[in-house]
């Protein structure tokens, strides 16, 4: 696609790890024109960041994931040169993205109130684990550590259990979303202005986000912390039969469905179906953990579709892969470097009936510094 909707569009993205990438990536697969700087000799640490001992082209497949589709220049911001040649690149940018802890960007000389006296029109993106100010500020701003002090670790897992954390970076997918939303609405605003502007998000502010519905409750009921269920669990408030449970040859997750009806179908007992959904939580899905036990995950499946009750298989990625529903969507895709070919996935959206593609792998380190003697191509 050669119309794009951020089709010459100029990001250059200070940020590494996940969150400021993210949102670049966001922005490149949209079109935009995204040079990652990074650090002379060094680069962005997710290069090694390894998930699994899988290298693709000596680099982890964390970076090529996260860092498609975009160009780099390696720079050194301690030279006068260098730093020059970056001031220049900022002037003809569009958007500027950062994640560097509070402070740091400033005393580099590329803080938002430096850049803005450059080029008033620049959209500048900021992201932090816990906020520009407060008494969080100076705390590493990691995924895992977040999460620990946001509250989202208890409300996974069942009631004996300690705290769960989300078994995958939440905060930082989460926080690049953000990020992400904040620069496309002062890039409107731009628009229609003229003026550029500066949006900022936190790892700590998108869990919260996270977490409206149950903070919300909380806020409003007296402070009574939820209580996650002892049995089949899946959410820290909601009443039965909401649950993952064991079938004979796997598993079944149910969301919605009437006890009495579902009593009918499982040969639950009456006096069970009876029961308080929310006092009686864990009784009722004992009994029906039970009862799913004795058949296969596909008989109950078929029964529940013809009953209209909410549930669904628990898959694991072979089986929704050989279920053809990505395939159908053409949510994947091969990208490729330097003779190697990866496989990963695409924008989770489309744009006039097509979704974005690009083939352009992660950069290689300073695949772009020609940018830095000739300004952007």
């Given at each position: 696609?050669?119309?794009?909707?951020?089709?010459?569009?100029?990001?250059?993205?200070?940020?590494?790890?996940?969150?400021?990438?993210?949102?670049?990536?966001?922005?490149?697969?949209?079109?935009?024109?995204?040079?990652?700087?990074?650090?002379?000799?060094?680069?962005?640490?997710?290069?090694?960041?390894?998930?699994?001992?899988?290298?693709?082209?000596?680099?982890?497949?964390?970076?090529?994931?996260?860092?498609?589709?975009?160009?780099?220049?390696?720079?050194?911001?301690?030279?006068?040169?260098?730093?020059?040649?970056?001031?220049?690149?900022?002037?003809?940018?569009?958007?500027?993205?950062?994640?560097?802890?509070?402070?740091?960007?400033?005393?580099?000389?590329?803080?938002?109130?430096?850049?803005?006296?450059?080029?008033?029109?620049?959209?500048?993106?900021?992201?932090?684990?816990?906020?520009?100010?407060?008494?969080?500020?100076?705390?590493?701003?990691?995924?895992?550590?977040?999460?620990?002090?946001?509250?989202?670790?208890?409300?996974?897992?069942?009631?004996?259990?300690?705290?769960?954390?989300?078994?995958?970076?939440?905060?930082?997918?989460?926080?690049?979303?953000?990020?992400?939303?904040?620069?496309?609405?002062?890039?409107?605003?731009?628009?229609?202005?003229?003026?550029?502007?500066?949006?900022?998000?936190?790892?700590?502010?998108?869990?919260?986000?996270?977490?409206?519905?149950?903070?919300?409750?909380?806020?409003?009921?007296?402070?009574?912390?939820?209580?996650?269920?002892?049995?089949?669990?899946?959410?820290?408030?909601?009443?039965?039969?909401?649950?993952?449970?064991?079938?004979?040859?796997?598993?079944?997750?149910?969301?919605?469905?009437?006890?009495?009806?579902?009593?009918?179908?499982?040969?639950?007992?009456?006096?069970?179906?009876?029961?308080?959904?929310?006092?009686?939580?864990?009784?009722?899905?004992?009994?029906?953990?039970?009862?799913?036990?004795?058949?296969?995950?596909?008989?109950?499946?078929?029964?529940?579709?013809?009953?209209?009750?909410?549930?669904?298989?628990?898959?694991?990625?072979?089986?929704?892969?050989?279920?053809?529903?990505?395939?159908?969507?053409?949510?994947?895709?091969?990208?490729?470097?330097?003779?190697?070919?990866m496989h990963t996935t695409r924008l989770p959206l489309r744009i006039d009936g097509q979704r974005p593609k690009s083939t352009r792998a992660a950069p290689a380190l300073g695949d772009a510094n020609a940018l830095l003697k000739s300004g952007w191509l």
């Amino acid at each position: 696609m050669t119309d794009l909707p951020l089709s010459g569009l100029r990001v250059l993205d200070f940020s590494q790890f996940l969150a400021g990438p993210y949102c670049a990536l966001k922005l490149a697969d949209l079109g935009a024109d995204v040079v990652k700087v990074e650090r002379a000799g060094v680069g962005d640490l997710s290069r090694y960041l390894y998930l699994t001992d899988t290298k693709i082209g000596g680099e982890s497949t964390i970076f090529h994931a996260i860092n498609r589709n975009k160009r780099s220049i390696a720079i050194d911001l301690k030279l006068d040169d260098d730093k020059a040649a970056v001031t220049e690149l900022i002037k003809g940018a569009d958007v500027m993205l950062q994640n560097f802890r509070p402070g740091v960007i400033e005393r580099l000389g590329f803080g938002y109130e430096d850049v803005k006296a450059l080029n008033p029109r620049l959209v500048y993106g900021s992201v932090t684990g816990y906020g520009s100010e407060g008494p969080w500020v100076d705390l590493p701003g990691q995924d895992l550590l977040a999460q620990a002090r946001a509250g989202v670790m208890w409300l996974s897992g069942g009631a004996e259990d300690g705290p769960v954390a989300v078994g995958m970076p939440i905060a930082d997918i989460l926080a690049g979303a953000a990020l992400t939303h904040g620069v496309l609405a002062l890039l409107v605003r731009r628009g229609i202005t003229g003026q550029g502007g500066h949006t900022e998000t936190s790892l700590i502010e998108v869990l919260a986000d996270l977490q409206f519905e149950m903070l919300t409750t909380w806020f409003n009921d007296g402070h009574r912390t939820p209580k996650r269920s002892a049995q089949n669990p899946a959410h820290a408030y909601l009443a039965a039969p909401y649950g993952v449970y064991a079938t004979r040859d796997g598993h079944v997750a149910i969301a919605m469905g009437k006890l009495t009806l579902l009593a009918q179908l499982t040969g639950l007992p009456s006096e069970i179906a009876q029961l308080d959904g929310f006092t009686r939580r864990d009784q009722i899905k004992a009994a029906l953990a039970e009862r799913l036990a004795t058949a296969d995950t596909a008989h109950w499946i078929e029964a529940f579709t013809k009953a209209d009750i909410w549930a669904a298989p628990v898959m694991d990625w072979q089986e929704l892969m050989a279920s053809g529903v990505l395939t159908t969507l053409d949510m994947t895709q091969t990208i490729a470097r330097d003779g190697l070919e990866m496989h990963t996935t695409r924008l989770p959206l489309r744009i006039d009936g097509q979704r974005p593609k690009s083939t352009r792998a992660a950069p290689a380190l300073g695949d772009a510094n020609a940018l830095l003697k000739s300004g952007w191509l």
